[in-house]
């Protein structure tokens, strides 16, 4: 994941609108309050498959990206392999980056 990328998921995590953590996320998605997933990419096959599933059937961006450390750093928590990002004009921005 590049810097630009780490950089707005920690500025949207200290803007409040992302959720991380299995339940969270799973949460997040199954409400329709996710626009956006990003999974590690070492997370383990079931983790990025379960969220792909998911992510699928109730219409959300999903991605994998980045190591489970960077995203843990970057929003400031520990062993962190998925998170759900909560606002629609910041997701949109993250998945530009993504695509970079």
Same mark, same amino acid.
């Given at each position: 994941?590049?810097? /630009?990328?780490?950089?707005? #998921? ?6 409040? /609108? ?9 949460? !997040?998605? *199954?409400? =329709? +309050? $996710?626009?956006?997933?990003? $999974? ?6 079931? %983790? *990025?498959? /379960?969220?792909?599933?998911? @992510?699928?059937?109730? =219409?959300? !961006?999903?991605?994998?990206?980045? %190591?489970?450390?960077?995203?843990? +750093?970057?929003?400031? *928590?520990? @062993? ?5 990002? %909560?606002?629609?004009? &910041? !997701? @949109?921005? &993250?998945?530009? #980056? &993504?695509?970079?």
């Amino acid at each position: 994941m590049n810097q /630009k990328t780490l950089s707005m #998921l920690s500025m949207s995590c200290k803007a409040g /609108k992302v959720r991380s953590g299995s339940f969270e996320v799973e949460e !997040s998605v *199954k409400k =329709n +309050r $996710a626009f956006l997933v990003i $999974a590690a990419g070492d997370s383990s096959a079931g %983790t *990025k498959k /379960k969220y792909a599933d998911m @992510c699928k059937f109730y =219409n959300v !961006s999903f991605y994998i990206d980045g %190591t489970i450390d960077e995203i843990s +750093r970057a929003i400031g *928590k520990s @062993c962190r392999s998925a998170v759900a990002v %909560t606002d629609r004009g &910041l !997701s @949109c921005a &993250l998945v530009r #980056l &993504l695509k970079e």
